[in-house]
């Protein structure tokens, strides 16, 4: 399919195309919705602009184009996108050099971020306002959640044979298809495997709430699942708590602040986390790690003052 192509053939029908040959089948489907929409923007953007036309400038411009609708964070996912398209472009001798090196990327400014986690006491008091009966609700997975700072996706594909509750573990192994059609996937990534220690009430809860659901059955799913639906539960608890209002993401922010100031190290977070690497971790909870870092250095100049 690539074979036929010429540099006079327009760049947002090569980019189409590169997109089947080498992404279809190989990718997850909402990263695959993502290079779909990256295809619909390059469309609307440049419709006319040839493969041979791809020089810095033009580039450089599409680039500016996008980001006068997006923050830079998007743009910059915009940009890797692209690229794999355009270096092959360059690799046949469709494009005579990379127009993609030193691009640089803008943003329109952010909007205010929304406060992304609560505290301990908030935490408290948001948990106990649920209301958490004899059977399986929506209140028992924000409480889930909230002890062990899944994702979203994972959580809803919980069965009862993930719990071992012997163990007092429980293992991530699989993602549910919330946004498709519904039905189990694979995780995020390798690293997203993984088992995560509860406490015994957990444990204690979750035994006796489980109980007449088959082993390979979804606790939480039942017909269609929304993340909508589960935030819409949580922001009414949060008004009733009185507590900043967060979404079902914000908990596992919250899970992981918590953990963080409490003096878990970073290397035992993410692997609760299932983050790819440590690195993502320090990115995410930058803040957290500064604010725990400048407690350090006042721990350290009291020891040293106490050594005169």
Not at 42 to 70: C, F, G, W
Request: glycine share 4%; charged share 25%; net charge positive.
């Amino acid at each position: 399919m690539l074979n036929e192509v010429k540099n006079t053939d327009l760049f947002c029908e090569y980019y189409a195309r590169w997109i089947t040959v080498y992404k279809q089948g190989a990718i997850r489907k909402v990263t695959m919705d993502k290079y779909l929409m990256t295809h619909q923007w390059v469309e609307k953007l440049v419709p006319n602009l040839q493969i041979s036309e791809m020089t810095r400038i033009a580039y450089q411009q599409l680039l500016n184009d996008y980001a006068l609708y997006h923050e830079r964070q998007t743009t910059m996912d915009f940009h890797h996108q692209l690229k794999g398209a355009i270096l092959d472009a360059v690799d046949e001798g469709l494009i005579t050099r990379d127009p993609t090196r030193k691009a640089i990327i803008k943003g329109k400014t952010p909007n205010p971020k929304k406060i992304k986690y609560l505290n301990q006491f908030e935490l408290h008091t948001l948990l106990m306002s649920l209301e958490l009966k004899g059977e399986v609700n929506w209140e028992w997975f924000i409480l889930l959640v909230a002890k062990t700072g899944m994702r979203f996706s994972e959580a809803v594909a919980l069965t009862p044979k993930d719990f071992d509750f012997a163990h007092q573990t429980l293992s991530i192994s699989k993602t549910w298809d919330y946004k498709g059609e519904g039905g189990f996937q694979p995780t995020k990534n390798k690293s997203s495997v993984r088992k995560i220690q509860i406490d015994w009430q957990t444990v204690i809860q979750f035994s006796e709430l489980v109980k007449g659901i088959p082993d390979d059955e979804p606790i939480f799913a039942r017909g269609n699942v929304y993340n909508s639906t589960v935030n819409e539960i949580l922001e009414r608890h949060c008004q009733k708590a009185k507590v900043p209002v967060i979404t079902i993401h914000g908990l596992r922010h919250t899970h992981a602040s918590l953990l963080l100031f409490a003096g878990v190290s970073i290397a035992s977070v993410a692997r609760r986390l299932g983050h790819a690497s440590m690195t993502t971790t320090q990115k995410t909870y930058l803040h957290i790690i500064q604010e725990l870092e400048n407690q350090d250095v006042d721990l350290v100049m009291r020891s040293l003052s106490g050594l005169s």
